[in-house]
């Protein structure tokens, strides 16, 4: 089966430019979550979509970020314009939905803003 | 508001010894308790949740709502465990089930 897949893994900025990642969750999973992951720190979760729809973006900056999932399977996460403190590893996350707890994690995409 | 604290971000035992990872969390509802586990170069994963009463590689948690834990224990820790384990909190909210972390807890398990 294969697993959640992200791109790009690595991608090195400078601030006030754009940046933009891409996540393929598993397929038939109903719920895909982005999480930002800052050195030294637990996975904080941005925003979270079932099938197409948000169903929370209450930690989203969203002066700066914004996220889709068109037609309710790849989604995409933009930083516009990044700043310093973005610098962290975005995670894309995939569950079936409802209370099994588990969710599936891809590799995440590493940003580096300079 | 849910809150996950993990008081011990580095943990090192020797092989063979006992081990165990603290949480504790804050919830007003009935809460939903996970670890979750990142070997080096490895995809984050769920290691157990506390509705299955399972163990895992040899690891077992206990949800303690009265201390409000959920520690992470092992009897005989062994090199493979060595990882990065996180704690987890849910909201049990149907569909819109979330996830909130803690800072997780290095585990170093030496020869």
């Known amino acids: 089966e294969a697993g959640v897949a992200q791109s790009p893994r690595y991608k090195i900025i400078e601030k006030r430019q754009s940046v933009a990642f891409w996540c393929n969750p598993i397929s038939g999973h109903a719920t895909l979550y982005w999480y930002q992951q800052i050195l030294g720190q637990g996975p904080k979760l941005l925003i979270q979509f079932q099938n197409n729809g948000v169903v929370d973006d209450s930690q989203l900056p969203k002066d700066r970020f914004s996220a889709e999932r068109l037609k309710g399977v790849d989604s995409t996460l933009k930083i516009q314009p990044a700043k310093l403190e973005d610098s962290a590893v975005y995670l894309c996350?995939?569950?079936?939905?409802?209370?099994?707890?588990?969710?599936?994690f891809g590799e995440g995409s590493r940003l580096t803003v300079l | 508001a849910q809150r996950v604290t993990q008081p011990e971000k580095l943990l090192s035992v020797f092989k063979g010894a006992p081990v165990e990872l603290k949480c504790n969390y804050s919830?007003?509802?009935?809460?939903?308790l996970f670890w979750y586990v990142q070997y080096s170069r490895q995809r984050l994963q769920l290691l157990l949740r506390h509705i299955s009463r399972e163990s895992i590689k040899g690891f077992t948690a206990d949800l303690n709502k009265g201390e409000t834990s959920f520690h992470l224990k092992k009897p005989f820790a062994q090199e493979e465990d060595s990882a990065m384990y996180y704690c987890?909190?849910?909201?049990?909210?149907?569909?819109?089930?979330?996830?909130?972390f803690g800072k997780g807890t290095l585990l170093t398990v030496n020869p």
């Open positions: 919830y007003s509802g009935s809460p939903e």
């Open positions: 996350a995939s569950s079936l939905g409802g209370v099994t707890g588990e969710l599936f």
């Open positions: 987890a909190l849910s909201n049990s909210g149907g569909s819109n089930y979330k996830l909130t």
